[in-house]
C-alpha cells in the first residue's frame, strides 16, 4: 500500500450548476440545453475530493455561505472523507456559485459568481502560520487563484516557512508576481493559463515547452503544463519532458485540471517522482473527463490504477 498523503487545500468552495447543451453559445445568442443538474465544485473543494478519493488525508480551508447551496456541498465533501473542520460558514455572504454549459463534446465555458470565496476577513498570515507550524502530519499545501490573491500570498510564505510542499494551480489567469513563483514547488497551469503567465502563445509541445521554461526561469521550482489531449509538460533545471496522455472519450472536461492536480498532489507526497506523478495525475484527469460534473468524477485510487 502507498505512504499516506497528507495534503492541506485552502481553496474555492462553489455550487456548480450545470447545462448540457448541444453546442456552447455565440454572444448573443440562445441555445436550448437538454439537462440541468446542480453539483458541488469550486476548485479547492474539487482537488481536495480528489485527494481524498485516491485515499489521502485531506483537510480543506475555505468559505461558505449559510445557505442550502453551503450545506450541500460541504455534507457532500464531508461523506467523500475531506476534513472540512476548518471551512467559515459566513451568515453575510453566499455560497460560491458557477454556471456551467458542456457542449456535446465535452468542452465548458464558466462564470462563476465568488460570494463567500472573497471574504477571508478573519484569516491572515498569522493564522497560517501558526496552523502549519501545528497541523502536523500534513506535507503538501495546494492553492488555486479563486480566493483573494493576499490570501494566496499569505499561504506559500507560511508554507515555505514552515517546510511544507507548496503545488500552485494558477486558476483561473491572473498576473503574478516572480515572488509568488520563487515559493510554489510545482505550478500546474493549463494551456491557456501558461499562455497569460508566460507571453507564449501555446500552439503545439515545442511552445509549451517554451512557455514552461519562461516560468521556471521566473522562480517556479517546477512547471506542469497540462496540455488535454497531448498529455502534460514538465519543466525543471535537468530540462523539459513530455508525459504522453492516456486515450479516453470525453464527456465533461469542466474538473480535469482539479483531478490533475488532486492527483499530482497524492503522488507526490507518497515519494513518486516527478515524472511517475504526472503520469499518475494525468490518468486521473483522463478518468474525470469521461464522467459528469466537477465531484462526481473525481476518480478513486482503484479506477487510475486499472487505467
Not at 494551480?169 to 513563483?181: Q, T
Not at 506542469?224 to 508525459?243: D, P, S
Request: aromatic fraction near 4%; proline fraction near 5%.
Amino acid at each position: 500500500m502507498p505512504a499516506a498523503s497528507d495534503v492541506i487545500v485552502v481553496g474555492s468552495i462553489n455550487a456548480d450548476l450545470v447545462i448540457r447543451v448541444p453546442r456552447l453559445p455565440r454572444p448573443g445568442e440562445t441555445v436550448s440545453g437538454h439537462t440541468f443538474k446542480v453539483f458541488g465544485g469550486g476548485k479547492g473543494a474539487n482537488q481536495a475530493l480528489a485527494v481524498a478519493r485516491l485515499g489521502g488525508k485531506v483537510r480543506l480551508i475555505g468559505n461558505v455561505g449559510t445557505d442550502d447551496f453551503g450545506a450541500m456541498v460541504i455534507k457532500g465533501l464531508a461523506s467523500g472523507g475531506v476534513n472540512v473542520s476548518l471551512v467559515e460558514w459566513l451568515p453575510d455572504a453566499h455560497t460560491g456559485v458557477a454556471l456551467i454549459m458542456v457542449d456535446e463534446s465535452g468542452e465548458n465555458a464558466i462564470a462563476t459568481a465568488p460570494g463567500a470565496n472573497r471574504q477571508w476577513t478573519t484569516r491572515g498570515a498569522a493564522y497560517f502560520q501558526n496552523l502549519f507550524q501545528t497541523c502536523h502530519p500534513y506535507t503538501t499545501v495546494i492553492l488555486q487563484l479563486e480566493i483573494p490573491m493576499e490570501i494566496v500570498e499569505a499561504v506559500t510564505a507560511a508554507a515555505r516557512e514552515c517546510g511544507l510542499r507548496v503545488i500552485l494551480n494558477p486558476a483561473p489567469a491572473r498576473p503574478l508576481e516572480d515572488a509568488l513563483l520563487r515559493r510554489a514547488d510545482v505550478i500546474t497551469p493549463n494551456r491557456h493559463e501558461a499562455s497569460e503567465l508566460s507571453r507564449v502563445k501555446i500552439t503545439d509541445l515545442e511552445s509549451a515547452r517554451e512557455a514552461a521554461r519562461v516560468l521556471l526561469d521566473r522562480g517556479a521550482g517546477c512547471v506542469v503544463v497540462t496540455l488535454g489531449r497531448e498529455g502534460a509538460v514538465i519543466a525543471t533545471r535537468a530540462g523539459t519532458f513530455h508525459a504522453a496522455p492516456f486515450e479516453v472519450k470525453a464527456v465533461d472536461c469542466t474538473a480535469a485540471g482539479d483531478a490533475f492536480t488532486g492527483g499530482l498532489a497524492v503522488a507526490l507526497s507518497e515519494g513518486l517522482d516527478l515524472f511517475s506523478a504526472v503520469r499518475f495525475a494525468n490518468a486521473c484527469g483522463a478518468i474525470a473527463v469521461t464522467k459528469e460534473g466537477a465531484q462526481p468524477s473525481m476518480p478513486t485510487r482503484a479506477e487510475v490504477e486499472e487505467l
